[in-house]
């Protein structure tokens, strides 16, 4: 049978993931005050950029954008090692993880 199926997942797939993913960090980092929630909201964005270049590249059968992926991740982890730093650092200091009360780059 040649026909298709119902549980093809095609790159609109993907691709209506994404969006949905990059929809929900963006709002997520430009509505809310808490930087966890802003933290992960920058992850939910990498790991829609990260959908797309695996979609792509597996829909042009190529392999470079499933390497450039894998240097997202690396940076991903990156950003989420020093983010979570800064703010515990900013928590013993200022007592608050909100990003409203913390407007001076002086402690």
């Known amino acids: 049978m040649t026909g298709l199926s119902l549980t093809t ?3 609109g797939h993907y691709l209506a993931l994404s969006a949905a ?4 960090g963006t709002v997520g980092v430009l509505t ?4 966890v929630v802003i933290l992960m909201s920058v992850e939910l964005i990498l ?3 990260n ?5 792509f590249s597996k829909h042009l059968g190529q392999l470079h954008g499933q ?3 894998i240097f997202v991740i690396a940076v991903a982890v990156a950003e989420a090692a020093v983010g979570l730093g800064i703010l515990i650092a900013l ?4 007592g608050t993880v909100n990003a409203d009360e913390v ?3 002086k402690w």
């Open 21 to 24: 993913l990059m929809l929900i």
């Open 67 to 69: 390497v450039f992926a």
């Open 9 to 11: 997942i095609g790159l």
């Open 47 to 49: 790991n829609a950029v």
């Open 32 to 35: 809310r005050r808490n930087v």
């Open 103 to 105: 407007d001076l780059l």
């Open 51 to 55: 959908i797309n270049l695996i979609a």
């Open 91 to 94: 928590y013993r200091n200022k």
